[in-house]
């Protein structure tokens, strides 16, 4: 079976951290795109990050920039987010997601991804 599953989320103060992971299942992750993407409530969806696992740059949402890092460890076929210096603004649901794999750098357009995990639940509050 084809899918993408997350995990990682949960509660932590401000300037606390995360790792979140998202496993691939039925597919490698040695050619892919992959992209974060969180909706907090009563807001939009927004990219987060993304990679293109054949060692293109990867991308960021200028406001976190620095704080946050993507990563993919291929023996695992995961892609991780590893989320530090975490305000209150970041909570939100986050979802990882595949799209194909061109040969180009990654996108931050929700729309060019077709494969979506659950999403996991990331709160910061003190």
């Known amino acids: 079976q084809v899918q993408l599953v997350e995990s990682g989320g949960g509660t932590v103060q401000p300037v606390g951290s995360l790792r979140l992971s998202c496993v691939a299942s039925g597919f490698s992750l040695n050619v892919a795109k992959i992209g974060w993407f969180r909706r907090a409530p009563g807001k939009e969806r927004e990219a987060v990050s993304c990679?293109?696992?054949?060692?293109?740059?990867?991308r960021y949402r200028d406001s976190v920039r620095g704080r946050f890092t993507i990563s993919v460890d291929k023996p695992k076929n995961t892609v991780f987010l590893q989320m530090n210096s975490l305000e209150p603004e970041d909570t939100a649901v986050y979802h990882c997601a595949d799209a194909p794999a061109d040969g180009m750098v990654c996108d931050l357009d929700p729309r060019e991804y077709e494969l979506w995990g659950q999403g996991t639940q990331v709160t910061v509050a003190s």
């Open positions: 990679i293109e696992t054949r060692n293109f740059p990867a």
